[in-house]
């Protein structure tokens, strides 16, 4: 099993590189772009410099897309919209050398569960479609939800990647913010175990009765019962992007805790 620690960001473009040095440097060997807000790495110049630093660091990049991303809204262009944003990240992370671009994928709405799923499913194979007709390589993630009003349960994940080829993106604390902790890590791990190849998120996390409220720092008992868990899964490449408030500590913090 290989398990690569990473955080959420990569700062302003200006100081990516110098930053994707600096990670690399700390032993850290992935990254996620956080372009929750937009897609702000645009010139060419840039991504091919960003693109080179990663290669000559041994830092797998991923992206986390827009927030205002809504694949069951009731409103057909709000769907259109939503397309276009996961696709924007995919190519521009297509020329970053980007592995997988992470998304969510709607709400729940006045739909029924199942209506959702079905509408969202056909959203993802009509992106899924169109990268494959670009000829592009990199896969989009359907990410696991901390709220339970949010569609995104590991089964409805596990269901979305089955029918449709993408990818998941395995939220650890999500999943125990929306089963209000009753979910433990190994059974996490055991759901999506026979899948080899994991993008997933990881932090400490506050939550109530509706689920997930916030991040918070990730504790040390955590990052223990995690790691404890992952010895379930043999030969398996698992990328962990940290995104507590304090990523990049404890993503070395987990490396350390790793040795």
């Not at 620690?5 to 850290?28: C, M, T």
């Not at 175990?193 to 409220?213: A, L, Q």
Request: charged share 35%.
């Amino acid at each position: 099993m290989v398990i690569s620690f990473g955080p959420a960001g990569l700062g302003p473009v200006k100081e990516v590189v110098k930053n994707l040095e600096e990670y690399s440097k700390k032993g850290i060997k992935a990254c996620e772009i956080s372009f929750t807000y937009g897609v702000y790495i645009k010139k060419e110049e840039d991504i091919k410099a960003i693109r080179d630093a990663a290669k000559k660091f041994g830092i797998r990049l991923s992206i986390h897309s827009q927030y205002w991303v809504n694949l069951n809204s009731a409103e057909k262009e709000k769907i259109e919209m939503s397309k276009k944003r996961i696709l924007s990240c995919c190519e521009v992370g297509e020329k970053l050398g980007v592995e997988r671009v992470v998304f969510h994928p709607g709400y729940y709405g006045k739909c029924s569960r199942e209506e959702a799923y079905e509408n969202i499913k056909k959203a993802v194979q009509e992106i899924v479609d169109e990268i494959k007709r670009k000829k592009w390589k990199i896969k989009i993630c359907a990410e696991t939800m901390g709220k339970i009003n949010v569609f995104g349960s590991a089964e409805e994940i596990l269901k979305l990647v089955e029918e449709t080829g993408c990818d998941f993106c395995l939220d650890f604390a999500h999943l125990k913010a929306r089963s209000i902790g009753k979910m433990q890590y190994k059974e996490m791990v055991e759901k999506f175990k026979k899948h080899k190849n994991w993008h997933c998120h990881f932090s400490g996390i506050v939550y109530g009765d509706k689920g997930e409220r916030h991040h918070i720092p990730t504790p040390p008992k955590e990052i223990k019962d995690l790691l404890k868990a992952l010895e379930e899964v043999k030969g398996h490449d698992i990328v962990i992007v940290n995104e507590s408030p304090s990523p990049v500590e404890d993503s070395v913090k987990s490396l350390k805790m790793k040795k």
